[in-house]
Structures are given as C-alpha cells and as structure tokens.
Nanobody, 115 residues
Framework: VQLQASGGGLVEPGGSLRLSCVVF????????MGWYRQPPGKERESVAL???????TYSVSAKGRFTISRDNAKNTIYLQMDSLKPEDTAVYYC??????????WGQGTQVTVSS
C-alpha cells in the first residue's frame, strides 16, 4: 500500500483548501485513515481521523472548520479545510492503518496560510 497526498498550497487567512490522499493498493486492507500535520519546529499532531465505518474524530483546532471524508470507490480520502488560519501552516500527511495494525504514511503536502 502506498499513499499519495496532494492539494496543498498557499492560501490567505479565511480561505479554503481541499487535500486529497490516494491509496495505491487495496482499500479492503485498510481500516482507519487520517490526516496529521507538522507545523514548523513542532511535533507531528493528529488533525482528523475516519474509521472504516465512517466515524470521524477531529482535533480541537480542526473541529468545525475541517471535514474529513473517504471515497472508497476512488481509493481516496479528503480533508476539506475552511476558515484557514496562519497557525494551520504545516506539512500535512495522510495516514492509513491496515487491518493488521500496520501504519502507512504519505509523503506530505505543504499548506501555508499567509497574507
């Protein structure tokens, strides 16, 4: 299984971006998926998670502004990010946990929120 993230970029405060993560391999082997981010000089942190049954969990900072979703037919998960703030600036990584609890990571996509 390989993950490929895309959709990052430069956006002004208050703007929106949608990140995508394509799973190359069998989605049947994947349980939970999610998005993490690593701000400059800080530790990687969880942003949003989605289970195989489409239950979602968000960090405090993401709740109400970000929406995670998955499209199994397209082997893709998304992170819709609205009302972006400068503190959302980070490298965003998609993550998948296999049915055998093995973790997979995508390569990361840079999100910069700045005027």
């Amino acid at each position: 299984v390989q993950l490929q993230a895309s959709g990052g970029g430069l956006v002004e405060p208050g703007g929106s971006l949608r990140l995508s993560c394509v799973v190359f391999g069998s989605m049947a082997a994947i349980n939970d998926m999610g998005w993490y981010r690593q701000p400059p000089g800080k530790e990687r942190e969880s942003v949003a998670l989605i289970t195989r049954g489409d239950d979602t969990t968000y960090s405090v900072s993401a709740k109400g502004r970000f929406t995670i979703s998955r499209d199994n037919a397209k082997n893709t998960i998304y992170l819709q990010m609205d009302s972006l703030k400068p503190e959302d600036t980070a490298v965003y990584y998609c993550h998948a946990l296999s049915i055998h609890r093995f973790p997979y990571w995508g390569q990361g996509t840079q999100v910069t929120v700045s005027s």
